[in-house]
Structures are given as C-alpha cells and as structure tokens.
C-alpha cells in the first residue's frame, strides 16, 4: 500500500507540473470546447473555448508510470505488474477512440463521431478485452464475487464475455456523460478508483491497487487544472479511458456486481440520458415528445432546478463516498 500511494503522489506532482504548458498547447491548437446551444444551461456559454482535451494529461501519466514502474520491476527481477497490462490497454484503446471523436468535434463536425461509429469501436474493444480476461488473466474461468457469498461463482464463456462487454461499454459511457461540470467526473472516478484499489489491496492483488492509486494520482493532477473555474475539461479522450479502465478493473476482482452501487451516481447519469430520450419518443407526437427531466444527463436538471453547479458536485461526490463506503463494506463480507 505504501508503494502504490507513493506512487500516486508521485504521478500526481509530474503530472501537475506540466498542467499549465499542456494548457497553453491546447490554447495554440484551438482545442476549445464548443458549448452547443440546447444541450446545456445557457450559464455554460461562457466556458466556450475552454480546452477540452485534459483527459490526455491522465492518460499519458498513467501510461507512462505504469510503463516505468514494470520496466524497473522487470530489471530488479521483481513480480511485475503484467495483469495490469489489461486496464492500462483498455484504458489506451478507448482514449483513442475518444480522442477521435473530440478531434473531429474540433475540426469536421461539432457533434462529434458518428453515434453508431463510436458505439462499434467501443464494443469492438470491450469484446477483445472480455475474452482476455476470461481466457487469459482468469485461465478460462469466469469467477464472479456476490456479497456474503463465501465462495466465487464461474460463470461459463458464453455468458461473461457478453456481460463483461456490456459493462465495459456501459461504464465508459456513463462516466462520459458524467463530465459535464466543473470538477465533477474527476472527483467521482477518483473515489471509485480508491475504493477498488482498496478491495485489490484486501484481496492482494496488489499490481491492481499500484494501478488505482497512479490513475488517483493522474486525477488529482488534473482536478488542480479542473476545480471551478474550470481551466481545462477532461474530454471524451479522458472519460471514456476512465470509464473502460475502471470497468476492467472491477471485473479483474471479480467484484464487478458492486460496481452499481459503488459508480451509482454515473449509472443514475446514464439512465436518466436513457430514460429522457425513451420518454421523449414513446411521447411524440407531430415531431414533438414530452421531456422527463428539464434537462440530461440529470445533473443538468437539478442545475435548472436552482442548485450551483458546486453544490451539484460536492453532493453528488459525498453519494459516491458513501457508496464506495458500502460498496467495500460489502466486498468484505
């Protein structure tokens, strides 16, 4: 424990060093962010032009610590942290494919990639994961945990590469709608990333807990550029990676059925952006349906409802707190 939160800290002070020169190179490249009228409040106009790709500062750090931290390991003939190799592939995959996306937001259309496109790509990657962890770090097995269950579950081939492609999936789109305030998709995947490395730690799956605490690490350098007013926004590149790398993670303690209660502000995100758009069109009529909430995803609807942007953040952070609390309180039992 003590090695992988000096680890951290060490990730976070690199990493927050070269926040200021990173921002001023996305200022140069015109990678601001481009506030569409509709889909957020209108208090949002004035973050137009905010650089929007801050997730590469938490990818780069975390692949290169982790990179340097196995090739020091491999020299000094040490347990190297290979399994990690997976959420940190996973993690490098989707920051591409996010990355993409926010690039052509930036230079051919504003709404991004194309929907389907994106959603391919993702699964694409979500199902060469899921069969590497079954057939691979797992040896063939599907070992699940459940909450006062003292024995692990081997679920077959068949069923846990489909579910461990739709939660891979699912959870990087869930922190992607998350990152839409200042501060708030950092903090929340922070917490959830702590309380995973915590349940590798109990487990001792320690190459998991160094992972955790480096993308903490990574977080928390970029939440020193991200707190209100926001100088830098965390980007699809950087919320997809995190989402598909922290559902990897989950998977790999096999204590992935915790993962709705510990991430239970992005799953209650991603429903609401699914239940607006269900409710919109099941209402339509003449072209026009009824809304369920003012706006989504949901933290845009208690913004129209009168809350301050931080008081929506620091709320929705002490849930995730308290969740993760239960989430490894269950993990123990």
Known sequence: MSFALTLGSVTFLLAVIWGEPFIELMKRLGLGKNIRQGITPDSHQAKQGTPAMGGLLIVCWTLLTSLVVNIVQLVHQTDVGYSAV????????????????????????????????????????????????????????????????????????????????????????????????????????????????????????????????????????????????????????????????????????????????????PVITLLSSFLQTAYYKATKVDGVGKRLFKRAPIHHHFELSGWSETQIVQRWWLLTVLASMVGVSLALL
């Open 86 to 265: 997976i959420p940190l592939g996973v993690l490098v995959a989707y920051a591409v494919i996010g990355g993409t996306d926010d690039y052509i937001g930036f230079r051919v259309d504003p709404e991004g990639m194309k929907r389907y496109t994106k959603l391919a790509l993702q699964w694409g990657v979500a199902i060469v994961a899921a069969v590497v962890l079954y057939f691979v770090a797992n040896q063939g097995h599907g070992w699940t945990a459940l909450p006062t269950v003292p024995r692990l579950f081997d679920i077959p081939w068949w069923l846990y590469i489909p579910i461990a492609a739709f939660i891979i999936t699912g959870t990087s789109n869930a922190i992607n709608l998350q990152d839409g305030l200042d501060g708030l998709a950092g903090m929340i995947c922070a917490t959830i990333f702590v309380a995973y490395g915590i349940i590798a730690f109990m487990q001792g799956q320690n190459y998991l807990l160094t992972f955790c605490m480096i993308v903490m690490g990574a977080l928390f350098a970029f939440l020193w550029y991200n707190a209100k007013p926001a100088h830098m926004f965390m980007g699809d590149v950087g919320s997809q990676a995190l989402g598909g790398a922290l559902a990897v993670i989950a998977l790999m303690t096999y204590q992935w059925p915790l993962l709705p209660i510990i991430a239970i502000v």
